[in-house]
């Protein structure tokens, strides 16, 4: 059994993935990244990533200034994922990140429901993480 749990992990589909530099995401906004599902989120000091997928059916949403939109079957989500409007009953999912060397990186395959922040050292605002 140990020997199977072992080999699992190697076909895990959880894997970091580079998604930009620092720099690339000014402060407080919300920047969408369709070719990765997710958009990443800038509130002052701290990064975050939610995922573009609409908890009903999987389809991709579409990122508002007040939210966040699935334009298959209208439901609507607030800032943070919550949703206002159905027919999707659950918030959108969140992804871990990580920054190295200025540059964010994202993991991939590995969503939950609630948001991984990550605090950004003040030497990062200047670039120099």
Known sequence: LL???RAAGH???SHWREVGRLADFPRDGTYPLPAERIAVVRKGGRLAAISL???HL???VNTLETGFFC???GSEFGPLG???TGPAQRSLHWSALRLR???IWIRTGALTPEPH???LPLQSEEGRA
């Open 3 to 5: 020997d199977v749990w």
């Open 11 to 13: 076909f895990s589909t």
């Open 53 to 55: 997928e609409c908890t």
């Open 58 to 60: 999987g389809c991709l």
């Open 71 to 73: 334009p298959c079957h």
């Open 82 to 84: 919550e949703v206002y």
């Open 101 to 103: 060397r200025g540059r």
């Open 117 to 119: 922040w990550l605090d």
